[in-house]
């Protein structure tokens, strides 16, 4: 099949011939503009809330440009043309810059923090590059794509100068921002290794293509995991901040939420009321979320299976009643079960005798 450049008509070569000698003769300030775009990038993100992992920049390669500058429309009957008459104006490519996050939900806020700075960039395209796959039921990976202007850049007047010294330069400079995941930066790496920079496109098999597919359906479910996890862990965090959710009161809705946040694995039926459990912490003065979070521990947990060697694991109701016996012993006893006088004591011989275990366990185990 060849490259654009061997398939180029000839009536094109002399213009793309000379649009690839003014880039290569030019491209060591364009790289110096690269450099700069990094940098601007670079600072603004220490804003942000997550600091990306990473920022990188390149230059396009004098190849490359010329590959991209050789590219022809293709219309019937039609006398040959570029797809890129004017390379060096039309491109937005040619220099490049890539912010790669941790997870997708920092790719908005990295793009919004660069957006913001009117100043320094005007933003002129910003697209989501897997919404075409979502929208046709396929799969490719995920990144956000800024083409930016650099607004009265000294070095791009630099840059400019140099190009074409007949024109007044006015700082304006088209590049491109990525914003990726490092999942989705080491995907499309090796995409582009092998599907777009093949020697020989003979030895392309169509099982590539399907494995690229299968790969990228995992990375979107691995990042989603990554992203339910984060979430997690910034709502468990909260429940100990004791001027915001940490305050927050224990109504049954809450303990509800807690617990299925902390102990998703022992949980109750969607539709049950908890107001059994608002009862029993209240009884003990737990009011607040922080007090809810403190008690379910997992090394807390951990002790009282072990004491009551459960047979079957226990559910919600019977978890959160051990686990109040275990921190306040006798006095839960006294203010949850039936008074020790009357007929029938069902509920206190059940927890008189759990008590016991307890007991046993902390003495064998020397606390």
Not at 8 to 34: F, I, M, N, Q
Not at 130 to 154: C, P, V
Not at 186 to 194: N, P, Q, R, Y
Not at 290 to 306: C, G, T, Y
């Amino acid at each position: 099949m060849g490259s654009n450049w061997d398939r180029l008509d000839e009536s094109l070569r002399p213009s793309v011939s000379a649009s690839v000698a003014d880039y290569e003769r030019t491209r060591p300030a364009l790289e110096k503009v690269t450099a700069e775009m990094e940098a601007l990038v670079r600072e603004i993100l220490t804003e942000a809330e997550d600091a990306p992992l990473f920022v990188t920049s390149r230059t396009k390669s004098v190849d490359s440009f010329r590959e991209k500058a050789s590219r022809m429309v293709s219309e019937p009957d039609a006398a040959p043309s570029l797809v890129f008459p004017e390379p060096l104006r039309n491109l937005t490519d040619m220099v490049g810059v890539r912010v790669i996050t941790t997870l997708p939900g920092e790719n908005a806020e990295a793009a919004n923090l660069i957006k913001r700075k009117r100043n320094i960039f005007d933003c002129r395209g910003d697209t989501e590059k897997d919404i075409g796959s979502i929208e046709s039921g396929t799969y490719g990976y995920s990144s956000r794509h800024l083409i930016l202007r650099t607004i009265q850049n000294d070095i791009v007047r630099s840059y400019q100068e140099l190009l074409d010294p007949d024109t007044k330069p006015n700082g304006s400079y088209f590049f491109e921002c990525q914003i990726r995941t490092i999942f989705a930066h080491a995907w499309s790496e090796i995409e582009h290794d092998i599907r777009f920079k093949s020697q020989d496109p003979r030895a392309w098999s169509p099982y590539f293509d399907r494995q690229f597919t299968a790969t990228a359906a995992m990375l979107e479910t691995v990042e989603s995991a990554f992203s339910e996890l984060h979430d997690r862990y910034e709502t468990v965090t909260s429940y100990w901040d004791a001027e915001g959710e940490g305050k927050v009161s224990l109504t049954p809705n809450r303990i509800k939420a807690v617990w299925q946040t902390l102990l998703p694995h022992v949980d109750r039926k969607a539709d049950d009321d908890w107001g059994w459990a608002a009862e029993l912490v209240a009884a003990h003065g737990l009011g607040k979320t922080m007090d809810l979070a403190a008690l379910l521990q997992p090394e807390i947990i951990s002790n009282v299976r072990k004491a009551l060697d459960h047979r079957y694991s226990p559910g919600p109701d019977r978890l959160l009643d051990d686990l109040l016996l275990w921190q306040f012993g006798e006095s839960h006893i006294d203010l949850t079960a039936e008074d020790a006088a009357a007929e029938q004591t069902p509920r206190r011989d059940s927890l008189v005798r759990r008590h016991q275990q307890m007991q046993r366990y902390r003495k064998a185990q020397g606390f």
